[in-house]
């Protein structure tokens, strides 16, 4: 742990401390609040942000879960998102993991299942303190610095290509006055505050950019059921999708690859069936529509506005 706050005891032998705080205002909040008026027309994207890894000095797991929940904090606020629950993958993430990073190709495809248009890969790349103080009295005045180096890259299932990467550093300050102990020792305990917030810094810098880059996906959603003439979607109210709305029913793509090179170009639209209306909700996020044009509607065919 970074050795960065003074410890304060009070008594007659030993000595006693005052602390004076300097925190810097983190003005990516006021970005943050502005994401707020910023809801995309449509229906909001399902995306996961996987665990974060740590690569930095400080082993702590709290870092990188503190950093993955300060970017969902963030992305949440934006109402642009559904952020999937990792477990609803159902598989063992640390299979899909490489030394350094997520096996994304693999992720994709079981994302795509749950209609998951991107998966977030996020690492706390550095974190660095540096103290600054006078070394001249009993009345002392430090300063502690601490930078926090966060990466974070953003993968789209369906195109199975990387649509955002960018590392990003942010610092957070605290000033400290205290007494010296009679022997003249510095009592120095961890601060796990001032990672905090120079995590939230960084991290905060990130939600518009992915906004940004996840709203120009696609969305897409998948028929779950169909019993006679009603369809089940898996997708409903708190998607964004409206009584009354059209959506367009396509079979699945086929993926198409580049016959010298072998590398993924796309995936090929699939033939259009028909049209559905939705008419109502059911369950926590999944509406019932009925057959507005077409025929041969089954499980797994995709869905789009229409």
Known sequence: MLRLALTCILGLSIASCVTSKNRTQDESDSVVNKLRTLRADGPRKRIIILPF???????????????????????KRTDNFI?????????DLDKYKTETSYNMDELGKVAQDLGVVAIVEGHVVD?????????????????ADVTATVGVRVYSSSSKKEVFNETRSAMSSEKNYRVLNPD????????PEL??????????????????????????????????EKVYLNAGRLTGISVGDILKVLESGE?????????????????????LEVVSYFGKDGCIAIVHSGSGFKENDQVELY
Do not use: H
Request: glycine share 10%; no cysteine; hydrophobic share 40%.
């Open 53 to 75: 890894f740590n690569e930095s000095f400080e082993k702590d797991d709290a870092i990188a879960k503190t950093a993955r929940d300060t970017l969902i904090k963030g992305l």
């Open 83 to 91: 952020i999937v629950d990792n477990t609803d993958l159902g598989k």
């Open 127 to 143: 974190i660095k303190a540096k103290k600054v103080g006078e070394e001249v009295g009993l009345l002392r005045s430090m300063k």
């Open 184 to 191: 003249g020792k510095k009592s120095l305990a961890s601060d």
């Open 195 to 228: 990672i905090r917030e120079a995590l939230a810094k960084a991290l905060n810098g990130f939600v518009l950019p992915i906004t940004k880059s996840v709203d120009k996906l696609a969305w897409n959603g998948r028929i779950a059921y169909v019993r006679g």
């Open 255 to 275: 993926d198409v690859y580049d016959p010298e090179s072998g590398i993924f170009i796309g995936k090929a639209p699939g033939r259009v069936k028909g049209t």
